[in-house]
């Protein structure tokens, strides 16, 4: 089986594409998947650039593919059946707890940039007709990511407003959901091409951060003058204290990212002045995925890809999403 391995150093030459012996016999309830898709996450840049990761890891969260054998005990799935596996492959519902978080793919466990993935049962989920695996591929961390982040973290309801940063996965599925239940999207980014995309896909009002450094001030305007009653928060410390800003009193954000840093000075006292819930959101359980599924089946949500690489491409595809350029997910076929 052919599969990537995160081996020696701290750039993306450290991505080496390996023949590994065969897979363990399957586990009572147990499934084998080839896997035919998966897509990347800032997260797995972080991985590669940190020198004190497991060695020899495969990486990647996301991926789906066909189910190719099952254990003696499965009785949920079947040879031929198309799924999607879960970022916290033991976290089925309920709150996070220390053993699920210690049970990620692409970071304590093995990921998805494989050619074959054997996960239990539980961790797979059917993949909806009129979805590709690409399609699908998106879905595990940034697609469950901003369910959490709009549904569960918060409770987001037609009429609100809520504040996107960026065009990464996780801001483009939120927009996306939180259009198709009804609510008011302002999302921000500084390049005027992905401004015009993102009013395409419903933003109401777009902000060029760049050209406005106190942007929360000008989500708030922009929502008028109440400020927003939800941000997505993606930027970490860098942007945290104009996403207060841009709230209402009494709102919430849900913080999920890390793309300025992971500390940094903030104005603590706008919290508390303002009634502010902070939340934060690590992806989500395997039933936050189910109802995510669900809400694209009935909203019909197209996930939004940017680019598809070959399975031989991996590092371009790193290099890819590295460079900021990508509108939405990357993606690597597994041929």
Not at 154 to 159: D, E, M, R, V
Not at 170 to 186: P, Y
Not at 224 to 231: A, E, K, S
């Amino acid at each position: 089986m052919k599969a990537y391995e995160l081996q020696s150093g701290t750039d993306f030459r450290a991505l080496a594409l390996v023949e590994r012996g065969p897979l363990a016999p399957l586990g009572a309830f147990d499934v084998r998947v080839r896997v035919r898709a998966v897509s990347l996450n800032f997260r797995d840049l972080a991985m590669v650039r940190n020198g004190k990761r497991r060695e020899h890891l495969v990486p990647v969260s996301d991926g789906a593919g066909e189910v190719i054998e099952v254990g003696e005990g499965v009785t949920r799935q079947r040879v031929g059946n198309r799924v999607v596996g879960a970022f916290f492959p033991t976290w089925l519902n309920g709150g996070l707890l220390e053993e699920h978080h210690a049970n990620a793919l692409g970071g304590s466990l093995d990921g998805m940039l494989a050619e074959e993935v054997v996960l239990p049962e539980s961790a797979w989920l059917d993949v909806p007709d009129r979805l590709t695996f690409e399609q699908a591929a998106t879905l595990p961390c940034a697609g469950v990511t901003a369910w959490h982040a709009l549904f569960e973290a918060a409770s987001l309801k037609p009429g609100d407003q809520l504040l996107v940063q960026g065009t990464g996965g996780v801001s483009l599925f939120a927009l996306q959901l939180a259009h198709a239940a009804g609510a008011s999207v302002i999302a921000t980014s500084s390049s005027p091409e992905k401004r015009e995309r993102l009013a395409h896909l419903g933003a109401l009002t777009t902000i060029d951060y760049r050209e406005n450094p106190k942007w929360g001030e000008a989500a708030r305007v922009a929502s008028g003058g109440r400020g927003v009653d939800l941000v997505v928060e993606v930027g970490g410390p860098g942007t945290f204290d104009q996403s207060v800003k841009a709230l209402r009193f009494g709102g919430t954000m849900s913080i999920l990212g890390v793309l300025t840093g992971t500390q940094g000075a903030i104005d603590t006292y706008s919290i508390f002045h303002k009634n502010i819930r902070v939340h934060g959101v690590y992806v989500g359980s395997v039933a936050m995925f189910a109802e995510l599924l669900r809400a694209l089946e009935a909203s019909k949500i197209e996930p939004i890809i940017d680019r598809t690489f070959g399975f031989g491409e991996a590092r371009a595809a790193y290099e890819h999403l590295a460079s900021g350029r990508h509108f939405g997910k990357v993606v690597v076929r597994v041929d």
